[in-house]
């Protein structure tokens, strides 16, 4: 399955939906869609990645790459993810200690209003 | 003893493939499910290191994929034409580079996610080692 990106606003919040696989050939559109977000004034993301099937060290880039954009914007990245096999590589390349994770967009939310 | 050899151009849509083919091998020898997790994502990122490295050093030559089924396990083999990537550096967000991650970073994940794993390189490239233990059959 390819990439998947949808994005909506909730408050001042935008939540970007991913779906299907984030790898080395699919990588660059994700990163396409959060440079967009952030040029659009876009400064408090919460990517939603209960629907992604499959990432690689290729998709982590990506979310750092759009870590360092928000932050530049006294921003905030939040992911949403509970899946074993997606979490498994965040805590492999050390990750779980660089974004917040939580459990649903709600709790991503949430957290974001309080930071 | 079944084997799977495939070459590849150095193109990031390939990759895909690879993790297609290497996911079947695997499934079709045996290996266990959570196994089969692992397989996927390894032979995925042993393919895109391999990808960024033949496209600096030698553009036009495919990357080789092998996949190797015996009584000992199931092996995979992924060969490159550049050399060995040299010690990670400890800044971590700063290996994720915005538009290519550093091909180290791959290797860090292999290290950190598959048990049996050796890198061996010669003038021509780099060979990556992947092995994971079958049940045992009863005959």
């Known amino acids: 399955m390819d990439l998947s990106l949808e994005d909506r606003q909730e408050g001042d919040r935008t939540i970007v939906v991913v779906g299907g696989e984030i790898d080395v ?3 660059p559109k994700l990163r396409e869609k959060l440079i967009d977000l952030v040029s659009a004034g876009h400064y408090h ?5 209960e629907a992604v099937e499959f ?22 990245l939040r992911l949403v993810c509970t899946q074993e096999r997606i979490l498994k590589i965040f805590r492999i ?23 | 003893m079944a ?4 070459l590849l151009s150095a193109l990031p849509a390939h990759v895909r493939t690879a993790r297609l083919v290497g996911v079947a091998a ?9 196994l089969v997790d692992e397989l996927r994502l390894a032979v995925g990122e042993a393919c895109s290191r391999a990808v960024a490295v033949n496209a600096e050093h030698a553009p036009e030559t495919p990357i080789k994929i092998t996949v190797r089924d015996d009584p000992a396990g199931l092996t995979v083999e992924v060969t490159d034409a550049g050399p060995e990537s ?17 091909p180290r970073v791959a290797l860090a994940v292999l290290a950190g996610l ?26």
């Open chain 1, 25 to 27: 050939y699919t990588a």
């Open chain 1, 93 to 115: 390349t050390g990750l779980t200690k660089v974004f917040p994770i939580h459990a649903t967009v709600a709790e991503a939310v949430a957290a974001t209003e309080t930071a």
């Open chain 1, 55 to 76: 990432l690689d060290s290729t998709g982590l880039g990506v979310l750092v790459g759009g870590l360092k954009r928000v932050r530049a914007h006294e921003g905030s």
């Open chain 2, 114 to 139: 598959v048990d049996e794993l050796d890198i061996t390189s010669t003038e021509a490239g780099t060979t990556v080692t992947l092995r994971w233990p079958l049940p045992v059959r009863v005959s």
């Open chain 2, 86 to 102: 040299g010690p990670l550096s400890d800044d971590v967000e700063d290996l994720f580079a915005e538009d290519a991650v550093d």
């Open chain 2, 3 to 6: 084997t799977v050899e495939l």
């Open chain 2, 26 to 34: 695997a499934r079709r020898a045996g290996l266990a499910d959570d």
């Open chain 1, 45 to 49: 993301l919460v990517v939603d990645m």
